[in-house]
């Protein structure tokens, strides 16, 4: 996932241009006349796309959220606890193939559209149709032909194979999103650019005004089915701030309620700051240098090498401030299946120059890493590792490029001898399953801009787990399978797995309901939150 991107799970060429537009002063002000009980988020990015369909970013996501709902959808915190959301109960045949969902009566989309099955099963054959975006989410589990209506509030699925992650994958804030039927009818041709500055979902709240690039305004639907007893935020205003100091200063001094992807430095600012909640919460994001499996780091020894130069200490304590922890292996620590047994690769440099000149990589060799320009946390990674390998005779040239030609080209099919030897990168999941993280990375199909194997890795012990997995119906035969591939990419490792991240999100005290869901990175349940 590349930094300040914060883009989801295989990222297509449609979201590869993001706004630069945004609030970049340090005066910025809250604005005026704004309610009270409307929630501010100053947001480092714009959303790309607003149609859920085909919409995979976070930052998107963060506005989406509040506007459409799902079937199914994880209870606050949790990563596991799956709850109703336009579904009330849920069956599943003996054999996991067939899901069958009760969905909720007196359901409306804001445009009046009754909700029922009819209104998902057109939805959701839209986005498959379309195929874009997310649509593999929901895609890798059934075809528009598994989709059936019972009745009109019951419809099942027939999936391709049986699943026990289905109702998982089920829960992500994209691709499950659905759309009103009328909208899809009278929008035959335009539907995706419309949804660019109108909504047409069930959520909470309504999309109220846009300015592209700058700012978003949700205010509540009156008709929400969730009702607005208790306490709630009428209206939110997502904010684009792009500079990163502008947001810690409009959240520290009480212009934003809340502030996202802030610098470790920012964070532990914020920290002193009584009125604000700067604690570091782990989600399911982590950091890796992604290493280019050719040339010098064509061998199993060259990139453990990699891993033993890292000093892993200086980055997690001295640089990060301790908004971060060494990773053990390629999956966060909160992600179901991780092997908690994995070794950590100690700071070893004597160790790492033996393996280079076991591997035949000389001294003098020069390699290149490539960072997002901009980003205060991958320009760290970076400069580390450049001063580490300059102790065993390798030049390390970094270079910071733009978000574009970073992701451009980690996803593109250009041969490996093209791409630079290291990539600076973030990624988070889909949902919490270990093969929805691990198999896009590291499987060998995915490789040439199949997928997410930005190094070009191949390991046939990894491949034969990761596939083997994704036939395995019992957990705990699937859970032993993802661990032996963690087992085998440590061993012979993709990528030099930096750390573990926390959310970089401050909240004003004066916010109530505020929680993170390590599943739903920088994304905010706004009917939940008071003030």
Not at 466 to 491: F, H, P
């Amino acid at each position: 996932m590349p930094a300040r991107i914060s883009i989801s799970g295989p990222l297509l060429t449609a979201l590869l241009v993001a706004s630069t537009l945004g609030i970049s002063s340090a005066r910025a002000a809250r604005p005026a006349n704004v309610p009270s009980d409307t929630l501010i988020l100053a947001a480092a990015e714009a959303p790309v796309d607003l149609d859920p369909a085909s919409s995979y970013d976070s930052q998107a996501a963060a506005v989406l959220r509040g506007e459409y709902e799902s079937l199914v959808t994880l209870r606050g915190s949790s990563t596991t606890d799956i709850v109703g959301a336009l579904a009330q109960t849920w069956t599943s045949s003996p054999d996991h193939k067939t899901f069958t969902f009760h969905l909720r009566h007196g359901v409306t989309f804001h445009d009046g559209t009754p909700f029922n099955a009819e209104a998902v099963r057109t939805s959701y054959t839209r986005e498959l149709t379309l195929n874009q975006g997310p649509a593999f989410i929901i895609g890798q589990f059934f075809t528009p032909k598994g989709i059936k209506v019972v009745d009109p509030y019951t419809i099942q699925f027939t999936l391709t194979s049986p699943s026990t992650v289905f109702l998982q994958a089920m829960t992500a804030v994209w691709g499950t999103h659905i759309i009103s039927p009328t909208a899809i009818k009278q929008h035959p041709k335009d539907l995706h650019t419309w949804l660019q500055s109108h909504d047409a979902g069930t959520g909470p709240y309504m999309l109220s005004s846009i300015v592209p690039g700058q700012s978003y305004s949700l205010a509540k639907y009156p008709q929400y089915w969730g009702g607005w007893k208790g306490s709630h935020v009428s209206k939110v205003l997502v904010r684009i701030v792009t500079a990163d100091a502008t947001r810690r200063e409009l959240v520290g001094r009480g212009d934003a309620d809340i502030a996202n992807q802030l610098t470790a430095t920012d964070m532990q600012a914020l920290s002193k700051n009584s009125t604000v909640d700067a604690t570091p919460r782990y989600g399911a994001r982590n950091l890796s240098l992604v290493m280019d499996a050719y040339g010098p780091l064509d061998s199993t020894t060259a990139r453990q090498a990699m891993a033993y130069s890292l000093d892993y200490t200086a980055f997690t304590k001295n640089l990060l401030h301790g908004y971060g922890k060494q990773a053990q292996g390629p999956m966060p620590r909160t992600m179901n299946g991780h092997d908690n047994s994995l070794m950590l690769y100690p700071t070893d440099l004597t160790k790492a120059k033996a393996l280079l000149k076991q591997a035949g990589v000389a001294p003098g060799t020069k390699l290149t890493l490539w960072y997002q320009a901009e980003d205060e946390t991958t320009k760290y990674a970076a400069e580390v590792m450049q001063a580490q390998l300059a102790q065993i005779g390798i030049s390390l040239s970094v270079q910071p490029v733009s978000s574009t030609t970073l992701t451009g080209t980690y996803y593109s099919n250009k041969p490996a001898s093209q791409r630079p030897n290291f990539i600076a990168w973030y990624w988070y999941p889909d949902y919490n399953d270990a093969g929805d993280w691990l198999f896009p990375q590291y499987d060998s199909s995915q490789v040439a801009g199949a997928g997410s194997n930005g190094g070009y890795y191949k390991n046939h012990t990894v491949d034969t787990a990761l596939e083997q997995a994704a036939k395995t119906v019992d957990t705990a035969q699937r859970t032993a399978l993802y661990k032996k591939a963690q087992q085998a990419l440590v061993a012979d490792p993709a990528a030099v797995w930096l750390a573990d991240l926390p959310e970089t999100t401050a909240v004003r005290r004066t916010v109530h309901g505020y929680l993170l869901n390590p599943v739903y990175t920088d994304t905010y349940d706004y009917y939940g939150m008071s003030k």
